[in-house]
């Protein structure tokens, strides 16, 4: 059965340094996002992409993020200057259409930033 | 504003009791819900949602809109089904609002 995978499944980084979280989706699928979790908190929406243009983002996802489908299989978020604040779990989903159709999630990347 | 509460942040039980996760919700038109499960070092997966009103490893949930609810519920706890369990609710967008989770705990 095919799966969202993320790279790397661990990320450690200097706070300011730039980090790229690397996402492939379900080969079929139009419909791309990342989600965020804090430790001890809720899964939190960042970004939703779609037809190469972000279709929806959160507060959250201020000037310092950005998104990516740099080519036909990867989906890649940006922190420019990471915070201490940006540690968390950041999940990749997709699906294959929006609306009523299920989100499929990877294993995520841990982030920690120092 | 958009929300999802999930009161408990662990339920225990032992094995063969019946296991209810509670989710509420707040959100004035017609929402979407479903309910996702996270077993012991696996990703999040889709356990069932309200519109296909079936029934997926012995566990239901009904949408109550008077109550605003969500419940998640099993008549026989199995030690399988320990895991978190995240309520989420979708609105007008494709985005998912997600509760803080359950962790449920079956003792055998």
């Known amino acids: 059965e095919p799966e969202v995978t993320q790279t790397p499944s661990h990320q450690v980084t200097q706070m300011g340094q730039e980090v790229i979280l690397r996402c492939v989706p379900i080969s079929n699928h139009l419909y791309f996002y990342w989600y965020r979790q804090i430790l001890g908190q809720k899964v939190e929406f960042l970004v939703s992409?779609?037809?190469?243009?972000?279709?929806?983002k959160s507060e959250i996802f201020d000037d310092q993020f950005s998104v990516e489908r740099p080519d036909g299989s990867n989906f890649t978020l940006k922190i420019r200057s990471t915070k201490l604040e940006d540690s968390a779990m950041y999940f990749c989903?997709?699906?294959?259409?929006?609306?009523?159709?299920?989100?499929?999630f990877g294993p995520g990347t841990r982030l920690l930033v120092l | 504003a958009q929300r999802v509460t999930q009161p408990e942040k662990l339920l225990s039980v032992f094995k063969g009791a019946p296991v209810e996760l509670k989710c509420n919700y707040s959100y004035s038109g017609s929402p979407e819900l479903f309910w996702y499960v996270q077993y012991s070092r696996q990703r999040l997966q889709l356990l069932l949602r309200h519109i296909s009103r079936e029934s997926i490893k012995g566990f239901t949930a009904d949408l109550n809109k008077g109550e605003t609810s969500f419940h998640l519920k099993k008549p026989f706890a199995q030690e399988e089904d320990s895991a978190m369990y995240y309520c989420a609710l979708r609105a007008n967008t494709d985005k998912l609002i997600f509760g803080t989770g359950t962790r449920l705990q079956v003792f055998p």
């Open positions: 992409f779609y037809n190469n243009e972000i279709s929806e």
């Open positions: 989903a997709s699906s294959f259409s929006g609306g009523e159709e299920t989100q499929y």
